[in-house]
């Protein structure tokens, strides 16, 4: 049987985690005995494979375990149905195989400890890079509109880039929930004298923050070279061509329903599986609109359609989603989580939106978007020192 016989969607779910690989068993239906007892037994790393065919995954179980490795497969053997297994091993199992089914796993464990190639001038595996939030609103929900007027939101550019930033991100529509959408005219208004004099001043690349694409087109005419699109490349059916036009960078966000919508009671039955397999078909979408794989960035989304509970779920296992292959951008700070966690408003988020920042560093997020620039990158240092040496 060859790799491309097996219908795989392979992931990996546990690293040295028994809650991520209790909660993966639980969510694949294996029964609570094996869900209580494989974590104690089990090797340190899990790979999850859905959707194989029962003689297939008693296949996979036999080359594995020849390997010295486990697999764990829930349904019945004598069924027709498709099957779920989860294939467990050390490290060092996973990196030294070479054929068949045990390519693909390894190729899974690859991804989830990959450094990603440049993109945009930005080169990840050393540093994590910090992405300063210019918002050019005056209803923003982290500062009430302090940088409404383009002479404050361009001096705010400046002392983000100053304090460390490696890129600015200039919104000119607000994105909490419940938020009503703006114009593109309006839009522009807002935006456009501060690319304007945010690309000829800095030397850090600027991104425009939005989801329609008239405005993408004229923030890049005026210097942007990044696009941050919150609703993946799909609220706009222009948006991905123009990015494909351009030849730019561009973040792929995952958000469940709109700004205005986003927050209503949102559901999930695996939140990480689920924006995966979205940021998955978008990332598919882009490449069918000819953008380059290389110049895409992944973000799941936090506070954008996710109960706070679903949010610490996301961050708990955040290192799944370098199985995507693409550079990560996380976005915690000031969220409204942080707030309910701490009983703090917004503008005084910036001490435990630095804590949260540490936990996605040491998890492998490649990019932060943050507010506070000044109290990050003092965290940064520390944490990439020892994460990545």
């Known amino acids: 049987m060859t790799p491309d016989e097996i219908r795989l969607n392979p992931r990996v779910v ?31 790393i899990a790979v999850a494979i859905e959707n194989l065919a029962p003689a297939e995954a008693f296949e996979v ?14 349904g019945d053997p004598f069924s027709t149905a498709a099957v779920p297994a989860v294939v467990t091993g050390t490290r060092e199992q996973f990196e030294k195989t070479t054929t068949g089914i045990e390519a693909i796993l390894s190729r899974a464990l690859q ?80 935006v456009l004298p501060v690319l304007t004099a945010l690309a000829k ?18 923030a890049l005419d005026a210097g942007a070279v990044w696009v941050n699109d919150i609703s993946g490349l799909r609220l706009d059916p222009a948006m991905a061509a123009l990015v494909a036009e351009r030849g730019v960078p561009a973040v792929v966000m995952h958000m469940k329903g709109t700004p205005r919508t986003m927050q209503q009671g949102p559901q999930y039955r695996d939140p990480v599986a689920e924006i995966c397999a979205w940021l998955r078909e978008s990332l598919a979408a882009a490449a069918r609109a000819g953008i380059a794989e290389e110049r895409l960035i992944v973000d799941p989304g936090i506070g954008f359609g996710k109960t706070m509970e679903q949010n610490l779920e996301i961050l708990a296992r955040l290192r799944e989603f370098r199985t995507l292959g693409r550079p990560v951008l996380v976005g915690v700070s000031r969220k409204s989580f942080i707030g309910k966690l701490t009983g703090l408003e917004a503008p005084a988020r910036a001490l435990p ?16 978007r943050v507010h506070d620039v000044e109290e990050t990158e003092t965290v940064r240092r520390v944490v990439d020192a020892i994460a990545r040496g």
């Not at 028994?18 to 007892?37: M, N, Q, T, W």
Request: aromatic share 4%; hydrophobic share 45%.
């Open 61 to 74: 179980r036999a080359r594995w375990a020849a390997g010295g490795g486990e697999v764990l497969i829930a």
């Open 201 to 218: 001043r800095l030397k850090v690349p600027v991104s425009i923050d939005t989801t329609k694409a008239d405005v993408a087109r004229a």
């Open 14 to 44: 546990a690293s040295a985690s028994a809650a991520s690989l209790k909660a993966e068993l639980s969510r694949l239906g294996f029964p609570g005995d094996v869900r209580d007892l494989a974590p104690a037994r089990l090797a340190k």
């Open 353 to 368: 939106s630095a804590g949260a920042a540490a936990w996605c560093i040491a998890q492998g997020a490649d990019i932060l």
């Open 111 to 190: 991804l989830f400890h990959a450094v990603p190639a440049p993109v945009g001038g930005l080169e990840f595996g050393r540093r994590t890079h910090l992405m300063g939030i210019v918002n050019v609103t005056p209803d923003s929900f982290s500062d009430g509109g302090k940088f409404a007027e383009a002479d404050a939101a361009i001096a705010q550019g400046e002392r983000l880039a100053a304090a460390g930033a490696s890129i600015l991100d200039v919104g000119g529509e607000s994105t909490r929930p419940g938020a009503e959408p703006v114009s593109a005219a309006e839009e522009m208004r807002r």
